[in-house]
């Protein structure tokens, strides 16, 4: 077994010279740069993430009225679903772009609309003829004729479309399906 000397084991460090007053400065001056160059990077990276997330918070929902077809179509007191074209289709949206309701004419010129969409986590609801029910497969909410809850766990009434009878022709307003 060898043994090494001290000297070898215990190397003395290797004392800089002190910085002067101009390398002082120099260091604060690029420790600052960094410092700005970092917030402005992070700015220009975060603004338009924080644009992407309020955008629609200023903007105005799409709305516009879509035929869905002659009066004479619709046979008084019977519930049809029908499908629409949404307020704003994107280009490659296919068939995303179109929307659904249940359509019921209650009088000469009066039509009642109620979304497909149950009003608990947006399941399509049903409509049975047979019992007068809106009916939602998901969890079990269950709609009387006229869209209040009956049973299930539905926290309100399914939504209602506006809807209009203009030049002989049943219109619908398409409007987005809220999330609330």
């Known amino acids: 077994m060898t043994q ?12 800089s010279p002190p910085a002067t007053a101009a390398e002082l400065a120099r260091r604060q001056f690029l ?19 924080v644009g992407f997330v309020l955008a629609p918070l200023f903007r105005d929902a799409p709305q516009a009225w879509r035929s869905l077809g002659k009066i004479d179509a619709f046979a008084l007191g019977a519930t049809v679903n029908v499908v629409f074209l949404d307020a704003s289709p994107l280009p490659w949206a296919g068939v995303t ?18 979304s497909v969409n149950c009003a608990h986590l947006g399941c399509p609801v049903r409509w049975m003829a047979d019992a007068d029910l809106f009916m939602c497969p998901c969890h079990g ?23 209009r009878v203009r030049n002989g022709e049943v219109e619908i307003s398409a409007e987005p399906i809220p999330l609330k």
Do not use: C
């Open 4 to 15: 090494k000397s001290d000297s070898a084991a215990h190397v003395a460090p290797v004392e």
């Open 31 to 49: 420790g600052k740069m960094s410092l700005t160059l970092g917030v402005v990077g992070g700015a220009a990276i975060s603004v338009p993430g």
């Open 97 to 114: 772009a179109k929307s659904a309701a249940w359509l019921r004419r209650t009088g000469d010129e009066e039509f009642v609309a109620f």
């Open 141 to 163: 909410g269950v709609y009387y004729a006229d869209g209040r809850g009956a049973a299930g766990p539905p926290p309100h009434p399914l939504r209602q479309y506006p809807v």
